[in-house]
């Protein structure tokens, strides 16, 4: 499946912005707050495994679930390759 000139430089950000996630729920004293960001993280990660297999469609399933915010932690251009290999954009 053809992907775009970037996007291995994008998943790598993605990658990057997902720790930074994960360091954030560690930081966070309220124990469920803490829960939310690692439950996120978790989310997050699903979505970079499907990505790297190329599994577009499970990615954006995955993605369609997830808050605006936790959402938002996938660099643009890569959410906007996402929805465009599902139909959407």
Do not use: S
């Amino acid at each position: 499946m053809k992907t775009y000139p970037n996007f291995t430089h994008d998943l790598k950000r993605f990658e990057n912005q997902i720790t930074r996630w994960e360091n954030e729920g560690k930081r966070e004293t309220d124990p469920e707050l803490a829960e939310m960001f690692a439950m996120d993280a978790g989310d997050l990660r699903k979505v970079l495994r499907h990505l790297r297999k190329q599994q577009f469609h499970a990615a954006w399933d995955t993605l369609e679930n997830l808050d605006t915010l936790v959402r938002d932690q996938v660099p643009r251009r890569l959410y906007n390759f996402i929805a465009q290999e599902n139909g959407y954009c």
